[in-house]
């Protein structure tokens, strides 16, 4: 097992870092984003070689060396050097994780000349970077298929591209989500349906638009069936899951699950939470419960977003998105992302406090709130907010990762007791 690229899954002990967390080696960075170049995060190093050594000793190998070089083709090299010397012998599990395209926006000028000159400078430099950093992640990604081609290793093979969201919404977006709504940072449909395919001779129906419910948990226990992983044997028992066995959906277009929690946030279920970025004084919101259920209440600063069938239910203190507008697409030109005042002030995006459902057979765009039409929809999907509440753990809200900037480098900053 080998991960590249940017880790963002927690770092705070050690033991929270990826060789320690099932990968044999790691090349990346631990955080969510840095500096292309010099790999650097407000001015601190994060990039490192992690490995065990013959001896079972970890080793955090800080790539000091690698300054100056473009980490989108750092991750892609790597890729295709543990490609050409794995041992056949045995399964491979690859993780790829770019950085490209998260800000910050950067990328040489002859990438921008070779991949985006076609796109005019003005009025938007940077969607020409950004076009720029795309081709060069696509780049790589043909150089690692290449690779499994001349290694005899694509025909077992299950080859899956997917993202973690959606083109950022606002003024300093360079991406775009068009025709859906919203973008990154909103549950709306333009920052959480992306894009996804998967290519294997494996597959027993391909050539076609899969239009199935998936989530991004779906995929480890669907590598682990496929795997022949058997968890009753580990050292430690597995923790109940929340994805589903998504290989039949996949690779038959068969329906697997018709249910998907988009977000449950409840203020008490958070320690310490009086400083929640998102809390400000609004009026308490009582969530009509089925009777059998236990109440629940939703404070201020709380959200729940639901999609179940063709539904989407969005309620509580949520960000407000709109839409971006068709001739910006035809113009190369991503001024104001569509929001609905035509305001460049992405600060101007408003929270909002209202329940909205939108039945997405009909309306993919979510123009329409038909909450106001269809009560016993509404009902029947928040009376599903207790059954996942009872499934929480209570969680410290921690932004002490700063605690962990020593000596111009990154690390974990609690020791293990």
């Known amino acids: 097992t080998h991960g590249m690229g940017k880790r963002h899954c927690g770092m705070y002990t050690w033991d929270h870092t990826p060789a320690k967390r099932g990968f044999d080696t790691f090349f990346g960075l631990y955080l969510g984003a840095q500096d292309y170049f010099s790999h650097k995060r407000s001015g601190d190093l994060d990039f490192r070689s992690d490995y065990h050594d013959e001896n079972g000793n970890f080793i955090d190998d800080l790539r000091r060396d690698l300054d100056g070089q473009y980490n989108t083709r750092l991750f892609s090299d790597e890729a295709v050097e543990r490609i050409a010397t794995h041992n056949q012998t045995n399964p491979l599990f690859l993780y790829l994780s770019y950085t490209a395209p998260h800000n910050p926006y950067d990328v040489s ?60 919404y606002g003024a300093d977006g360079q991406g775009s989500n068009y025709p859906l709504r919203g973008g990154k940072h909103s549950l709306f449909e333009g920052g959480v349906k992306t894009v996804t395919f ?30 022949g992983d058997e968890p009753e044997i580990h050292s430690k028992p597995q923790l109940p899951l929340d994805g589903v066995d998504m290989w039949d959906t996949i690779s038959n277009d068969k329906p697997g699950r018709d249910e998907i929690l988009g977000n449950l946030y409840l ?31 939703m404070e201020p600063g709380d959200y729940f977003s639901l999609r179940w069938k063709n539904w989407k239910l969005m309620t509580g203190t949520y960000l407000s ?15 104001n992302n569509g929001y609905k005042d035509s305001s460049k ?22 123009t329409t709130n038909v909450a106001s039409d269809n009560p016993d929809v509404v009902q029947t999907m928040m009376g599903k907010i207790s059954g996942y ?23 974990p900053w609690v020791e293990k007791s």
């Open 109 to 168: 000028k002859q990438d921008i000349k070779k991949y985006a000159s076609h796109i005019k400078k003005k009025p938007n430099k940077g969607r020409q970077k950004y076009a720029a950093m795309i081709s060069v992640m696509d780049e790589g990604i043909g150089k690692v298929v290449e690779s499994l081609k001349e290694n005899d290793m694509m025909k077992n093979t299950l080859l899956v591209f997917l993202s973690d969201n959606g083109a950022v």
């Open 198 to 227: 998967v290519n294997s001779p494996l597959l027993h129906k391909t050539g076609y638009t899969n239009t199935n419910l998936l989530d991004v948990t779906d995929w480890y226990t669907t590598f682990q069936k496929m795997a």
């Open 267 to 297: 203020q008490s279920m958070i320690r310490g939470s009086n400083d929640h970025e998102f809390l400000e004084k609004r009026d308490v919101v009582e969530v009509q419960e089925d009777k059998e259920d236990e109440s629940v209440t």
């Open 321 to 335: 998105q709109g839409w971006i507008k068709e001739d910006q697409i035809k113009k190369d030109k991503i001024e």
């Open 345 to 366: 002030d992405r600060s101007k995006q408003k929270f909002e406090n209202v329940t909205m459902l939108f039945d997405l057979s009909e309306d993919p765009r979510e």
């Open 389 to 411: 509440k009872e499934k929480m753990t209570k969680v410290n809200k921690s932004r002490s990762s700063r605690k962990g900037r020593k000596g111009g480098v990154w690390n």
